[in-house]
């Protein structure tokens, strides 16, 4: 496991891929909290909303994470690095576990720009306005002039560390497509279609939504704010981490017997 992740922080290094992820990453949070400052100080260019919300957190974390998946994930396949994988004595649950690992690595490193730049926004006195209900944007419109004292930034670690779990988790559904599939461009384009197709469904009904609140696909947004609940904080681990087990575990029956 330890010698598949050095291997896989190898490639990081020498990967064009993941350094424009993550500059698109960067460009789409700036952009997104630009926006939320015009719009803040001159309601009547509201118009630009439409627009800037498909560079929200939530619209280009899916993205750029089913491109991550698609094509640095199906990597090995393309390269028959799964095959040497294995045959140097590799078990097929380590090659699952090891990209779900590098996946939830990724989510957290392209949602650092969101966090960064809504606490900037939040510590400074820089208006900005929540046209979209994401955690970075309800952060920055919500809180000015906070004190970052030690309690403060303890509530600030434990809203963004779940809200960014929150997405890995929701991504680990896209895993087990890189071993149905295994080519780059239909992994990519199947992950972001049920993605999309999942946010609708969503908020079909209350029953849907209570089937639906086991799983990372829900959230309650009213308790996603500065200062969240413990019992809530540890409830949605907990759902977020059984649900990335269960995906590993539809990763590894569709794996165990599969052609190389």
């Known amino acids: 496991m330890i010698d598949l992740m050095k291997a896989d922080f190898f490639k990081a290094r020498n990967s064009s891929v993941l350094f424009v992820l993550f500059f698109f990453a960067c460009f789409s949070s700036g952009f997104m909290f630009v926006s939320a400052h015009i719009v803040a100080e ?8 439409q627009f800037a919300s498909f560079f929200s ?8 994470g089913c491109i991550f998946v698609g094509t640095y994930l199906c990597r090995d396949f393309n390269e028959k690095a799964i095959e040497q994988a294995i045959g140097s004595g590799k078990k097929r649950g380590q090659i699952i576990a090891n990209k779900i690992l590098i996946l939830i690595l990724f989510v957290f490193l392209l949602y650092l720009p969101y966090v960064a730049g809504s606490i900037f926004l939040g ?7 929540a046209f979209v209900q994401t955690i970075p944007l309800k ?12 309690e403060t930034l303890l509530n600030i670690g434990k809203l963004f560390f779940l809200s960014t779990f929150t997405m890995a988790s929701q991504l680990s559904i896209t895993i087990p497509f890189v071993f149905v599939l295994r080519r780059s461009v239909s992994v990519l384009a199947s992950s972001y279609l049920l993605l999309l197709l999942l946010g609708p469904v969503a908020s079909l009904n209350s029953t849907v939504k209570d089937v639906l609140s086991f799983t990372p696909f829900y959230m309650n947004a009213d308790k996603m704010v500065l200062g969240l609940p413990n019992e809530f904080f540890f409830k949605r681990v907990l ?3 059984c649900f990335i087990l269960l995906i590993a575990g539809v990763s590894w029956l569709i794996f165990r017997k599969s052609e190389i």
């Open 239 to 241: 759902i977020n981490s």
């Open 42 to 49: 001159d309601i009547g260019r509201s118009s630009i909303l």
């Open 57 to 64: 957190d939530a619209q280009m974390i899916s993205l750029l």
């Open 139 to 150: 952060f920055a419109a919500e809180n000015n002039s906070l004190d970052l004292n030690a």
């Open 123 to 129: 510590a400074s006195s820089i208006s900005a306005m």
